[in-house]
T-cell receptor
Framework: GENVEQHPSTLSVQEGDSAVIKCTYS??????FPWYKQELGKRPQLIIDIRSNVGEKKDQRIAVTLNKTAKHFSLHITETQPEDSAVYFCAASKGFQKLVFGTGTRLLVSP | GAGVSQSPSNKVTEKGKDVELRCDPI?????LYWYRQSLGQGLEFLIY????????KSGLPSDRFSAERTGGSVSTLTIQRTQQEDSAVYLCASSWGLAGGTSGELFFGEGSRLTVL
């Protein structure tokens, strides 16, 4: 089955810096890669997703890149703000079935 | 309903007791997931239901864990003979699944926090 690895486990940046979180997946059949943000004490929420027919997708300060050959995908957050502090999870699935999550990255943005 | 509803929100039980956790997904969602999140940890996949297909139970940690989904809607996760290591937040999520068109977004419930003493 699918296995998703995520790095780093924790990431501390200064406000205004960029943050990058990386994930790898094992199943070459996976073609859907979402990212979820979980604020402290809250439920995870989708922030951006990408499918295997594109290599990059942007939404304001957030972007995701995908390298199908290497089975890597990454989340990029630019101009970080304190409210970006949260745990971020990557995930992978084939189609919209059985979404498997990475282990999470705790991002701390210091003012 | 407006969102995914889970009950109870908190459950404290004694080791060896059975517990049932309930999930009421968003109406019309064909896919339903259970995940487990231990304190400060990731989202551990437990089980996945898609429509009327046989569920994918590959994430259930032992045969003490079982889940069912009645009528393609409400789901119950049952843990028999609970152990202290079962203490965690159990999150349910639903999505449009294979009927999702262009969206695979999972909508999570608030979770059921289980504490086994």
């Amino acid at each position: 089955g699918e296995n998703v690895e995520q790095h780093p486990s924790t990431l501390s940046v200064q406000e205004g810096d960029s943050a990058v979180i990386k994930c790898t997946y094992s199943d070459s059949a996976s073609n859907y890669f979402p990212w979820y943000k979980q604020e402290l004490g809250k439920r995870p929420q989708l922030i951006i997703d990408i499918r295997s027919n594109v290599g990059e997708k942007k939404d304001q300060r957030i972007a995701v890149t995908l390298n199908k050959t290497a089975k890597h995908f990454s989340l990029h957050i630019t101009e970080t703000q304190p409210e970006d502090s949260a745990v971020y999870f990557c995930a992978a699935s084939k189609g919209f079935q059985k979404l498997v999550f990475g282990t999470g990255t705790r991002l701390l943005v210091s003012p | 309903g407006a969102g995914v509803s889970q009950s109870p929100s908190n459950k404290v039980t004694e080791k060896g007791k059975d517990v049932e956790l309930r999930c009421d997904p968003i109406s019309g969602h064909t896919a339903l997931y259970w995940y487990r999140q231990s304190l400060g940890q990731g989202l551990e996949f437990l089980i996945y239901f898609q429509g009327n297909s046989a569920p994918d139970k590959s994430g259930l940690p032992s045969d003490r864990f079982s889940a069912e989904r009645t009528g393609g809607s409400v789901s119950t996760l049952t843990i028999q003979r609970t152990q202290q290591e079962d203490s965690a937040v159990y999150l349910c999520a639903s999505s449009w699944g294979l009927a999702g068109g262009t969206s695979g977004e999972l909508f999570f419930g608030e979770g059921s926090r289980l504490t086994v003493l």
